[in-house]
């Protein structure tokens, strides 16, 4: 059993229950969040009955491209996410990708997330930590899910404990990644949470002329392995319209598929429950 940590009101780990972290990838503008977020809240919370933490990035730094839309930039995406959890009443959660930026959102997230590509920066790892939010950090796509125990040791050093592991899939050639759910029993082996990205694990990164495909017609078939070893939550990248998303538009699950998805995740957890915690 993994330690309890909280995002908000939101319990993690423990003896809680299945958690949803969804949102679109990117802000794609004030009006189109908050009507997504309440489409969510009504969906995750009051017709599945699960938390919804509720995740969308200001600036997709990391994009392929020069090209590529990388959203409202921190100051303009800060007051939108802030409306959210103002507005629509649920926890929220983005990613920083520099040191200066953690002081910028304290007071205003309920998480913190570090990419996977910045999993193993120290200093930004540190900074995060210091903030005393829950800090959730993707597993680097090129890392060992052993290596992650470094991770972990890096954020508690600063006193910080409420520290959350995702798997997102792991590089096999140059544009192709694989789900070994080892990964899963081993990183939460270390006491903490972690979280099963069903929809950046199923990309191509790069492999769309300046932007990542992928296979969405996995992630049910992922969720299952996912959640049958014992993963403590979901995170989903959600899109009532996943062909016109400006981000992941490849592997971004549709809206109106998304209850069908959680109705047959929460089934296969608690049957998990039944055996194993």
């Known amino acids: 059993m993994t330690r309890e940590v909280r995002i908000g009101s939101v319990k993690i780990g423990g003896d809680n229950p299945l958690v949803i972290i969804a949102g679109p990838c990117v802000i794609e503008g004030e009006k189109f ?119 972990i040791e890096k954020i508690t050093s600063q006193g910080n404990s409420q520290v959350i592991l995702t798997e997102r899939g792991t590089f096999f050639g140059y544009r192709d990644l694989v789900n070994d759910m080892r990964s899963l029993v081993i990183m939460r082996s270390f006491g903490y949470p972690v979280l099963y990205d069903a929809t950046h694990s199923v990309q191509s990164p790069g492999s769309k002329e300046g932007s990542s495909g992928g296979y969405r017609e996995f992630v049910p078939h992922l969720v299952r392995g996912a959640l049958g070893v014992g993963a403590d939550g979901l995170y989903l990248e959600v899109h009532p319209n996943p062909e016109k998303a400006l981000s992941d538009a490849e592997t971004s699950w549709p809206l109106d598929k998304l209850k069908e998805l959680l109705e047959m995740a929460l089934e296969i957890d608690l049957i998990r429950r039944r055996y194993w915690r």
């Open 33 to 151: 969040v908050l009507e997504l977020a309440g489409k969510l809240k009504r969906i995750v919370c009051e017709e599945v009955g699960l938390p919804l933490v509720f995740k969308a990035s200001f600036d997709k730094a990391n994009r392929t491209s020069i090209h590529s839309f990388r959203g409202p930039g921190l100051k303009e995406g800060i007051k939108i996410l802030a409306k959210v959890k103002t507005e629509v009443g649920v926890p929220i959660l983005s990613d920083v990708h520099e040191c200066w930026q953690v002081k910028e959102i304290v007071g205003i997230l309920d998480c913190i997330q570090i990419p996977a590509f910045l999993c193993r920066q120290t200093d930004l790892l540190l900074e995060a930590a210091r903030s005393g939010l829950a800090v959730n950090v993707k597993k680097g796509q090129f890392m060992s899910p052993y290596d992650m125990r470094y991770v």
